[in-house]
């Protein structure tokens, strides 16, 4: 039986430990906090759980499920207790930096990035069918083992998932315009509607805010710690994506200020026709 060991309990640990479980493979699990343990074994999230990273020297394969900037050091801190065939992937929503900062610590490491979540966090979130028909994106390297890619992407499928391959800096780039972006245009909203000087002008807008203004303020409400984290790991292409909104938004400015109705009908027209391709 094949034994997969995950490193952070939260949502994508915690749903990745349910899935695995439900195909009869055998999940070890690490949290820095015993509660969590407790709680993942009580969901059935894992077989074994441990705030102790010895336990997944057991492993054939380990998932890194932790913030960014942590997973460099975690795949430090596992190399003393795995054996030398044992692959390493990683949940990142950034793969160039993680890459050079991993593949000198452990040849036999893939990265990945699944990319699905919820509002949610923490153990308690996870839940089932999380990965079904979302994308799940794999970033080999020269020197990243072909068995190990084709390790990884076979649990990745079994997820449901639809897998994809490519560079780390092509994803990383594809991945600034329809994912940091946003956040970063998201918390740009909020920001700016929280500006209004008049208090009962600000009150009544958070009254009237409906389902247009959740959907596009969602991800700029998030968790502070993961915007920081891409805005640090992903600098270069999230300000070349932040450039080019800035000057779409000056055009759209632009438009309006100068009443030419017809050409922002115009490229209204087009986004409604565009915007099927990225769903």
Known sequence: MKTVGIVGLGLIGG????ELRSQRLRVLGVSRQEQVCE??????IVDVASVNLSLLGEADVIFVCTPLHAIAAMVEKLVPYLSPGT???D?????????REVMPLWPHFVGGHPMTG???QGVNAAQSGLFVNTPYVITPVEETPEDAVEEVGEIA??????????SPEKHDRAVAWISHLPLFVSAALLETCLGETDGEVLQLAQR???SGFRDTSRVGGGNPVLGEAIAQYNREELLRSLYAYRHSLDGLINTIEQENWQQLNQQL???EIERSKFL
Not at 39 to 44: K, P, S, T, Y
Not at 93 to 98: F, L, N, T
Not at 157 to 166: A, E, I, P, V
Request: hydrophobic share 45%; charged share 10%.
């Open 87 to 89: 692959i390493i992937t």
């Open 208 to 210: 009237f805010a409906s």
């Open 269 to 271: 027209q087009i986004n």
């Open 157 to 166: 499928r079994s997820l449901g998932c639809q897998l994809y391959h490519c």
């Open 91 to 99: 949940v990142g929503s950034v793969k160039a930096p993680v890459l």
């Open 15 to 18: 749903s990745l430990g349910l």
């Open 118 to 120: 919820t509002a949610q």
């Open 39 to 44: 709680i993942a074994l009580r969901r059935g």
